[in-house]
């Protein structure tokens, strides 16, 4: 914020008094004799070592004259003067700010300077003053506060990070002899915590210690830190990026052998790789039982076959390999075959398509048979009911003329007479001996057989099985 300060016209002279001073101040603002005013900042914030810039503007009436502006300084209770500008004369530069000091475009309206190199020294209350005809002078102070700008950066902790160990210092963020104390934090999606150490320093300087602390895992190794530090001297937040490095053990897996080794191939060999923090300093090959076959050489972590292979190549080879850590061991059990395996991949892709291709149809034939519909058997119901009329349930009752078996004589005399079958009212003795079970038949439901020499009429609706 800027800082005003006005200066106004004051005659005191003994001879005037009373009514005859205040007339005298009233004509003497009428006559335009205001007020010049000087403009600077309240507070400013240095930062050691780099240069700072002090504002002083003036605002002069056009009726008075700017003589003269200059600088002071007060520290530890004593005044003194860094800097002055005469519009006539020119600029001047006290001894101890010579090389460091200088009006930034001096003028009648622009009294800033700029401080270059600043030190701790340099703090202290700084006044511009402004020296008018005729009014006198005219100031205004501002007070210079010396930051320091933390000197940051990480560290690893004081002991190594070991897989399966206790918790620890993993990091440590610094920000050191800052003024005021800089605000230090961690950015991380690990399981830790953070802890605070404040150390003071000389000339009201502050380092701050910002610990991470957490449990070393083999499953975390390379995972990053982030270090964030803010400061008022500092532009923008300070952030440094840290990778931890997780010592384990080797991690082993022996490759090269598909299971197709068989008695006369070449170019085959076993590789023996390890993932280990830091690097294994050591490869060990060796087959259970047995030594290792003539004709192989172990080049690195590779056991190398430099000839055809042999049916006494069959083993179980193992591998080992140690750094500073510890050590792991992995084997892996070979087996020479007389020929090599006849399926190819092209066969067995093939012969997995050709199976699919049966499965389909299969499906499909399942499908057709379940949808297409089939003739329906005769059930046993069916057949009862489709038996010869003896064998069913006689019909219902109703009176109708009576027949009865006929010979040819008796049908030709029956003929003769269409509306009746007999004469009178008795009902021969023949109906009578007739089970109550048959049914009553008429003419045309008899049909005429040749039994010997009579034609016998039989109904043919009554079957005998």
């Known amino acids: 914020m800027a800082g005003r300060m006005s200066f106004h016209c004051h005659w005191n002279t003994p001879i005037f008094s ?41 605002e002069v009436e056009k009726n008075l004259s700017l003589t003269q502006t200059s600088w002071e300084r007060k520290a530890n209770g004593n005044t003194s003067t860094l800097a002055v500008y005469n519009p006539i004369y020119g600029i001047s530069i006290a001894e101890e ?14 009294a800033t300077i700029v401080l270059e190199d600043v ?7 700084y006044t511009c003053k402004v020296a008018t005809f005729p009014l006198g002078n005219t100031q205004a102070s501002t007070t210079v506060t010396v930051m320091v700008e933390p000197k ?21 963020c610094t920000a050191e002899k800052g003024k005021p104390m800089a605000e230090v934090s961690w950015e991380t999606d690990l399981f830790g915590h953070s802890e605070r150490k404040v150390i003071d320093e000389p000339n009201d300087t502050i380092t701050m210690e910002m610990q991470y602390r957490w449990v070393p895992t083999r499953f975390q190794r390379d995972r990053k830190l982030t270090c964030v530090v803010r400061h008022p001297a500092l532009e923008t937040e300070f952030r440094i990026p840290y990778t931890l490095h997780v010592q384990y053990a080797p991690e082993i897996d022996i490759t090269g052998y598909d299971g197709n080794w068989y008695i006369g191939r070449e170019n ?26 003539a004709g192989v050489q172990i080049v690195n972590d590779t056991l190398v076959f430099s000839r055809a292979l042999e049916r006494n190549d ?8 140690a750094n500073d850590i510890g050590h792991q061991a992995k084997q892996r059990e070979i087996r020479i075959q007389d020929v090599p395996l006849k399926q190819t991949s092209t066969v067995a892709v093939a012969s997995a398509v050709i199976g699919a291709i049966l499965a389909l149809l299969l499906i499909a034939v ?53 509306h009746h079958l007999f004469q009178g ?5 023949y109906w009578e001996h007739r089970s109550s079970s048959h049914e009553q038949l008429s003419y045309q439901e008899w049909i005429c057989h040749t039994s010997g020499s009579e034609k016998v009429y039989i109904n043919h609706r009554e079957h005998y099985v």
Not at 97 to 109: A, C, D, I, M, V
Not at 119 to 125: H, M, N, Q, V
Not at 152 to 172: F, K, M, R
Not at 372 to 381: A, F, H, I, V
């Open 18 to 58: 009373g009514l005859k001073t205040t007339l005298l101040l009233f004509i003497c603002s009428l006559k335009g004799v205001r007020s010049n005013q000087v403009v600077v900042d309240q507070h400013v914030m240095a930062v050691l070592g780099k240069n700072i810039t002090l504002m002083c503007t003036v």
């Open 97 to 110: 700010y010579q090389g460091r000091l200088n009006f930034k475009t001096p003028s009648k309206e622009d």
């Open 119 to 125: 030190s701790f020294a340099d703090t202290g209350l």
């Open 152 to 172: 940051v950066y990480v560290s690893a902790g004081s002991a190594p990070l070991i897989d399966g160990g206790n918790e620890t210092v993993v990091a440590i």
């Open 268 to 293: 085959v060999h076993l590789t023996c790789r390890a993932d280990a923090n830091p690097p294994p300093a050591r490869y060990t090959w060796t087959r259970l039982g047995d030594e290792l076959p």
């Open 314 to 321: 069959s083993g179980v080879y193992r591998c080992e390999v």
């Open 366 to 418: 399942f499908i057709i048979v379940l949808l297409t519909p089939r003739k329906r058997e005769p059930s046993y119901l069916d057949k009862v009911i489709d038996l010869p009329p003896t064998h069913k349930h006689p019909p219902e009752y109703t009176e109708r003329a009576v027949s009865i078996p006929l010979t040819v004589n008796q049908m030709h005399t029956r003929k003769s007479d269409s």
């Open 425 to 429: 009212n008795t009902i021969p003795d």
